[in-house]
């Protein structure tokens, strides 16, 4: 929120990544790993953590999430 007051305009996409064959109930999947990418006016930063209680988010490159998600977000 700080950021978008500060530079007046930003992007936020956030998502999750399945790339293990965990499911709950009627094989609903469960995610891997959750994704954040945030576009500035003037660079893009990404972040990744795994999905568990103890996470720790890591920053990323783009070319990391599009590889993994197979979406490309530019």
Do not use: C, W
Request: aromatic share 12%; net charge negative; proline share 4%.
């Amino acid at each position: 929120r700080n950021d978008a007051i500060h530079y007046g305009e930003l992007y936020v996409i956030t998502g999750v990544i399945f790339n293990k064959e965990k499911t709950i109930g009627n094989n609903i999947p469960i995610p891997s790993q959750m994704y954040k990418i945030i576009y500035y006016p003037f660079l893009v930063k990404a972040y990744i953590a795994d999905n568990k209680d103890d996470a720790v988010v890591i920053e990323t490159t783009l070319e990391n999430i599009e590889n993994l998600t197979g979406i490309k977000f530019h």
